[in-house]
């Protein structure tokens, strides 16, 4: 048995390994360590045995507390959808103008909006109700039908020109290509341009109100400004649904695009219509 080596400096035994002419001290572990340490030996034995930890061939040890992750979080999902329950009988029970009024379930309906709307809404108005090119943006102060929550919920629930359901918004704009010739449509959309922009042709807008008057304003107003309860927007808001310019105009005039939204009330239900409605009515826009 070769001798031990002691280290000469501090008089340690080293452990005999040698790099490049260094030596490993053999000093003992500090006391605490190693306590610290047969401590967490005892701690997984327990843990082991408590709870379950041993994989088996198809599932694993179930643990002297039969404790499990998965019950637990079915507990929070019960204990949530309880709390839910709650909120939503009570939005059931009240018109959205009560809900609107509560604080409590104003936010509730409000976060419950929004998810309803990511999914059933966004694809036609956007992830951030701004809409597109014929879908109208909800954040505006714009409003074909009204904006305040009972008109809202009217047309969440029933929809527009949705032939399934008897209760919907219905208008329609007609076609004005065999009632009026090339020179008049361009004179009406230098007209209605210029109620908000400056016209291609100042002569040609005077020449359209007139025709506007006789034609447009039964619907829209002799200002321009729409009707709410028909459904006809708002032309002296510089805001455009079907398209910007006097080109868009012309083409609107001679061959109308109409929209179509469906109704909500029967896939979704009364609850969640409410819901929407609050949400929708809290983007700005909301009278």
């Given at each position: ?53 041993i994989p088996m061939i198809t599932s694993a040890t179930k643990g002297y507390l039969g404790y499990s992750t998965r019950a637990e979080l079915q507990q929070d999902l019960d ?163 079907k398209g910007r310019g006097e080109d868009a105009i012309i083409r609107q005039i001679t061959s109308p695009r109409h929209g179509v939204m469906p109704a909500w009330s029967a ?21």
């Amino acid at each position: 048995m070769s001798e031990k080596h002691i280290d000469e400096i501090s008089g340690v035994e080293t452990t005999g390994h040698e790099w490049d002419g260094i030596r490993e001290l053999n000093n003992p572990m500090p006391r605490w360590w190693v306590w610290t340490f047969c401590v967490t030996i005892l701690w997984a034995v327990g843990y082991a045995i408590a709870y379950p930890a041993i994989p088996m061939i198809t599932s694993a040890t179930k643990g002297y507390l039969g404790y499990s992750t998965r019950a637990e979080l079915q507990q929070d999902l019960d204990l949530a959808k309880t709390k839910q329950m709650t909120f939503q009988d009570m939005i059931a029970a009240k018109t959205v103008k009560e809900i609107d009024a509560d604080p409590a379930l104003r936010e509730f309906a409000v976060a419950g909006g929004a998810s309803a709307f990511k999914v059933n809404c966004a694809p036609c108005h956007g992830s951030g109700a701004s809409g597109g090119p014929g879908f109208p943006n909800l954040n505006d102060d714009d409003w074909l039908w009204g904006g305040d929550l009972d008109s809202i919920q009217t047309t969440i629930a029933h929809g527009i020109r949705f032939d399934a359901d008897p209760n919907t918004h219905v208008s329609e704009m007609p076609a004005f290509a065999d009632i009026l010739d090339a020179t008049q449509k361009k004179q009406v959309a230098a007209y209605v341009w210029g109620l908000t922009n400056t016209p291609s042709d100042p002569t040609k807008a005077e020449a359209g109100k007139r025709i506007f008057l006789d034609n447009c304003a039964a619907c829209h107003g002799e200002d321009g400004k729409g009707k709410i309860e028909m459904g006809a927007p708002n032309l002296a808001d510089a805001i455009w649904l079907k398209g910007r310019g006097e080109d868009a105009i012309i083409r609107q005039i001679t061959s109308p695009r109409h929209g179509v939204m469906p109704a909500w009330s029967a896939r979704l239900g009364e609850t969640a219509v409410k819901e929407l409605t609050v949400f929708v009515h809290s983007l700005g826009g909301g009278k």
